[in-house]
């Protein structure tokens, strides 16, 4: 079936420094690709999307594209903020035609320190 | 507008207990989703729901049920709660046609003695 893969956490960052998450799939079909983010103590929230290969979906100043050929959609951001401190969840939808189940990574929490 | 809400916040329940989680959505999505949320496993289908009336397992059903008697609300149930029971359970819903955008609850953090 299909899955997503994240890096581990915890990820530690400095303000301003640069961010990268990896997250690679496998899926039979054409997937939609997603990055969600989870804030202390709230449910998740939609971050950004790309439904096609190449596409680069961004949001907040982040951003992610979709690589058909690496299987990867990798979250990316210039200059992390404190306020970016949160668990980020990349998936994808259910490529076997019906779009509305999502596969989720297992997560990687962030934390920026001022 | 209150998106999506879930009821109780939190739960202690001792094993054997029953017990039923609400989610309401007043967005009038067709879609519903209950998710658990354990430590290193992400986020978890357990049970969803395509339409009022229908019901469908996810990846992990074993030891819950639901119902959805109301497009609003999908109930998620636990007969004989046991301790792998404990998680926190997120409610999510999406429109007909956007399945990838799935609007999420605050969470119900339950835990099982």
């Known amino acids: 079936g299909d899955s997503v893969t994240q890096m581990e956490g915890p990820v530690t960052l400095s303000e301003e420094a640069f961010l990268t998450i990896n997250c690679t799939y496998t899926a039979t079909g054409y997937p939609s690709l997603f990055w969600y983010v989870q804030y202390p103590g709230e449910g998740l929230q939609l971050l950004l999307k790309a439904t096609k290969a190449d596409d680069k979906g961004s949001n907040k100043g982040f951003e992610a594209t979709y690589r058909k050929e690496t299987t990867s959609f990798h979250l990316e951001k210039g200059s992390v903020q404190v306020s970016d401190s949160a668990v980020y969840f990349c998936?994808?939808?259910?490529?076997?035609?019906?779009?509305?189940?999502?596969?989720f990574g297992k997560g990687t929490l962030l934390t920026v320190n001022p | 507008n209150a998106g999506v809400t879930q009821t109780p916040k939190f739960r202690v329940l001792k094993t054997g207990q029953s017990m039923t989680l609400l989610c309401a959505q007043d967005m009038n999505h067709e879609y519903m989703y209950w998710y658990r949320q354990d430590p290193g496993m992400g986020l978890r289908l357990i049970h969803y729901s395509v339409g009022e009336g229908t019901t469908a397992k996810g990846e992990v059903p074993d030891g819950y049920n639901v119902s959805r008697l109301k497009k609003q609300n999908f109930l998620l149930g636990l007969e004989s709660a046991a301790p792998s029971q404990t998680s926190v359970y997120f409610c999510?819903?999406?429109?007909?046609?956007?399945?990838?955008?799935?609007?999420f609850g605050p969470g119900t953090r339950l835990t099982v003695t």
């Open positions: 999510a819903s999406t429109p007909t046609g956007r399945g990838y955008e799935q609007y």
């Open positions: 998936a994808l939808t259910d490529s076997g035609g019906s779009n509305y189940k999502l596969t």
